[in-house]
């Protein structure tokens, strides 16, 4: 069995250092795990991308993280099966053994339905927000208070797990704002400047109908790309006129194609097909030979530039693939296609203009053992007291994976939910912060009260006029611009999806171990949300809806992939001239802002014209 659990390794693309005590360890974690060994190659290959390991050899360092990994996996299992397990952690047993539980903070206890019904019937009869305290009797008072959740134990509330460029201070969190964040006294809130924010692309429109998907759509939309990237190769001058891959010939030549797999599984060095467009070869497959290459990193649906030769008309061996497209496009919008949410706005040309400060936080926004929203309320108190000028917050808001909702105990309507726990309080942060906040609100295909469909129209909500403007719905995904920067977002996990996807040959000469910025670099030399094709499970691709909502026209300066996946904070290189060119775009990862009964991560940033002079930091809560 050692023999096979080696052998498994090795066709994952993994080398196991010659050790038998690696063999000997991958051994007992399969007999005590009771997995195969390909369910050990697999949990391992997941271990390897969210700890971001560089190689590809499996040493004996890595064997300890690797077994905290299966002891966590093998847990998470046993309490998905069981859901009145808990499994108890050092923060339940100080809240057993704790005498003293006034230090918690008051929001955080659990309503009972009761509570929760009354709330959702004020709400829906009184236009006048009214505080807890009148809504709540001495008994339901007493019942809240004697209830306390996980979350409410955390020993610490906000910590920095990561700051981007470092060297600048300024925004770092220090040990006396940590310590202003407890004290329950509100501050004046201090003027801040307010930015100009414009929305571009408001696609597809609130309304529209979906699940008209064609077979028509799909193949115009993938020829259209294939037509897009050749173009700009031509119109780049610098590798020839593209010509149809599938003919003989013992000349090298120039082809550009979309990625395909030969068959249903995952994609591997000798599946790899590249399908050309109707114009150049009428559509047909080749087959492709990458032995000749150092290093590439390819998946389905990625369009290509490839130099080589075929000789037989059957299999085009490559000596160069150009996995981007030629950034000379780069255009900015139409005017038209721009629509102003800052009526005030004056369009200016300096650079002292593009500083913003602002917070970026992701879905789910409440723990899995209530429907509280306690996390989100702490992001809020957290921004009233940073006071940024922008905060974006991207779905899902009302998670369709929520334990109960999935299980259908819920007995609110999911748009009460939404309109209560998350737009109510997005209205009073407004209110309090005054005219200068603004709030940005991207949905997810998570999002149980919002149409299931990708991409998907934004929401369509009524604002009390005098906080009108102040809070923007855009589509998923979006295109926005703030103090002329421009940002690009998606909520769909396009990262985590490459990742499975992918296949790659590195060498250390010529590419670096960043496998979470190489696959955020493909989102941009695809110059596409989701170049993924065919899409991932779940994703409900609508390519008769509007396509070209799905096109990165112009490389934005900011860009928000929310993921699964580690939290990071990475200043990309686009590639120009086969060279990587000045850096052009920051890409963000801010995670999630609750995970299981606990706290997850969100970003603070502070853009000052470019990335070199930015910082960030994320902040787990």
Known sequence: MEQEIKAEFESSGFSVDDDDQILQKCLTYCINYKLSPSDLVSNWEIYYLNRQLNGLKLENAHMDGFLSYLQNETKQKIIKEDSHLHVYSSDDVEMLLGDDHDSTVGILNTPN???????????????????????????????????????????????????????????????????????????????????????????????????????????????????????????????????????????????????????????????????????????????????????????????????????????????KVIDYMPSSLDVDLPPAKKLAMDQDYQPTSSNDSRVLSLLIAAGPFTTTDNLLFEPLKELLAYASRRQPQLVILMGPFVDSDHPEIKRGTVDRVFDDIFHVEILRKLYDYTKYMGPSAHVILLPSIRDAHHDFVFPQPAFDIRQPDDISHQIACLPNPGLFSANEITFGCCTIDILKQLSGEEISRTSTDTMSGDRMGRLATHILGQRSYYPLYPPSLGVPLDLSLAPEALDIPLIPDILILPSDLSPFVKALSHKENDAEAATKCMCVNPGRLAKGIGGGTFVELHYNSEPEKSNASIIRI
Do not use: W
């Open 113 to 319: 339905s009761q509570y929760e019904k009354l709330h959702v019937d004020t709400y829906n009869s009184v236009s006048t927000p009214k505080t807890k305290e009148n809504l709540l009797s001495s008994k339901d008072a007493t019942d809240i208070s004697s209830r306390i959740t996980p979350f409410g134990q955390r020993i610490s509330k906000f910590t920095s797990q990561f700051v981007f460029n470092s060297e600048s201070v300024e925004n770092r969190l220090s040990g006396q704002e940590l310590n202003d964040m407890e004290d329950d006294i509100i501050r004046r809130v201090q003027t801040t400047e307010r930015c100009n924010l414009q929305v571009h692309h408001l696609q597809p429109q609130s309304g529209c109908r979906f699940m008209y998907d064609r077979t028509k759509d799909r193949f115009n939309y993938l020829d259209n790309r294939i037509r897009k990237h050749a173009n700009a190769f031509t119109s780049y001058g610098l590798y020839g006129e593209p010509s149809d891959a599938t003919l003989a010939s013992q000349k090298n030549t120039f082809a550009v194609g979309m990625v395909c797999c030969d068959g249903e599984g995952h994609l591997n060095e000798k599946s790899i097909l590249m399908q050309g467009s109707t114009e150049l070869s009428g559509g047909r497959r080749v087959r492709l030979d990458l032995q000749k290459l150092a290093h590439f990193s390819l998946f389905p649906g990625q369009v290509i530039g490839v130099e080589g030769h075929n000789p037989s008309g059957h299999c085009l061996i490559a000596t």
